[in-house]
Nanobody
Framework: QVPLVQSGGGSVQPGGSLKLSCRASSVDIINFCRMNWYRQAPGKERELVSSIITPDTIIYIDAVKGRFTSSVDNAKSTLYLQMNSLRTDDTAVYYC???????????WGQGTQVTVTS
């Protein structure tokens, strides 16, 4: 099956919220891989948004700190990105990815569009 399947994108007004989901085909992906969120805006390079290194060690780029929260639900083998106080420059295609040295840690979600517009 597909290793990572995303859902939850959409269009919201500035200040609104969205929650993205990234369901893994195996909990091993969640447990053994570094779980990252990336985004890519039109004409821009892909950038890292957040990375779950361990459940207690999560990093965010400055642009989203205090607004975005990454988390995992081990029981559901799912990675989430809660996005609050969205602004127009958050508009991008968002991707989840599993990265790491293990062979299972080589997977990307299909991407989902997030559009923030007034």
């Amino acid at each position: 099956q597909v290793p990572l399947v995303q859902s939850g994108g959409g269009s919201v007004q500035p200040g609104g919220s969205l929650k993205l989901s990234c369901r893994a085909s195996s909990v091993d992906i969640i447990n053994f891989c570094r779980m990252n969120w990336y985004r890519q805006a039109p004409g821009k390079e892909r950038e890292l948004v957040s990375s779950i290194i361990t459940p207690d060690t999560i990093i965010y780029i400055d642009a989203v700190k205090g607004r975005f929260t990454s988390s995992v639900d081990n029981a559901k083998s799912t990675l989430y990105l809660q996005m609050n106080s969205l602004r127009t420059d958050d508009t991008a295609v968002y991707y989840c990815a599993a990265v790491g040295a293990r062979s299972v840690c080589d997977a990307w979600g299909q991407g989902t569009q997030v559009t923030v517009t007034s």
